[in-house]
């Protein structure tokens, strides 16, 4: 199968969609021309002109009050909030209208729009564009929350999360944007609500979501080399939540780890631990670990080392910002032997 970016599957599941249904359309800032600031829709602006790709003022507020009454009005938008952390300035529309609107019309009326945002750090750009909001979003009864790991599941949730007739909160992670994988081709989608059990092992279970799967991934790599078997699941959705699929490995495993990259204090992590706690405490066999983000703002404090930090997730980036490294954002932000640590700890129990 083919391999791509994950920039690129998100790229291309909006194209199909846009070529099958004339009703969805793209709304957010410097979408057009630039294609964003990751240049993730580049090209669609020449493809499918203003009228359908329309760059919006620099108003979030703005941005999601015209995507609202656009989707009562029968279009499918997809509107982009350049990063999660702005997306509070939205948030009287997203919450109080479209998350609300088929509840308190009895079911009469649907806002079936995708709000995609980016969040994350890991590429150096301060506390005002790197946070993990999901928990915010999760908490809001009416809106799905979407979280992908690899360029395949960006595809296959972005085409489901479309066609979906409720709101859907669309995270990407930076790093997923030059993350490369394999992509099938044609219209391919992926349910909403089904995790993935990204690797099968039987000493504990790690449940994670969005980029710090990766790190669960090679965490149980190395854990593997001390003889320890570790289960990973990708939720993939945070909202609707695969309960099933996290309480059927835990109780063969016994053990469970929750890794996110957002801060530990309200993070999603602690309602999955509550899950556990309350369906599953008779098979646990020792605590619930959280590997998460220390509860501070994300530090800036590039180190020129010449090694790099995989900061080319923004292509504006220079090639001498690309050769720095942030040891205080990563001081902050959970890390491979973090989980490493967590998995250890729990062993000994």
Known sequence: MREIKGSEAIREAIRFEMLKDDRVFLLGEDIGRLG??????????????????????????????????????????????????????????????????????GGESSVPMVIRMQEGGRVSVGCQHSQCLEALYCHIPGLKVVMPSTPADAKGLLLSSIRDDDPVIFIEHKMLYNSRGPVP???????????????????????SWSDMVNFAIDAAEDLETEGISAEIIDLRTLVPTDEEAILHSVRRTGRLVIAHEAVRRGGYGAHISSIVSEKAFKSLKAPIKIVAAKNT???????????????????????????????????????KHHIVQAVQELLTY
């Open 36 to 105: 964003n600031t990751f240049m993730v829709l580049a090209g669609l602006w020449e493809e499918f002109g203003s009228d359908r790709v329309i760059d919006s003022p620099l108003s979030e507020e703005a941005i999601s009050g015209a995507a609202v009454g656009a989707a009562l009005a029968g279009m499918r938008p997809v509107f982009e909030i350049m990063y999660i952390d702005f997306s509070t300035l939205g948030m009287d529309h997203i919450m109080n209208r479209a998350a609300k609107i088929r509840y308190i019309t």
């Open 185 to 207: 081709e044609g219209d391919y989608t992926v349910p909403l609500g089904v995790a993935n059990v990204r690797r099968k092992g039987k000493d504990v279970t790690i449940v």
């Open 297 to 335: 703002p994300i530090p800036f404090s590039l180190t020129r080392t010449g090694e790099g930090g995989g900061y080319g997730a923004i292509p504006a980036l220079s090639d001498e910002l690309k050769k720095c490294t942030n040891p205080l954002e990563e001081a902050v932000l959970p890390q």
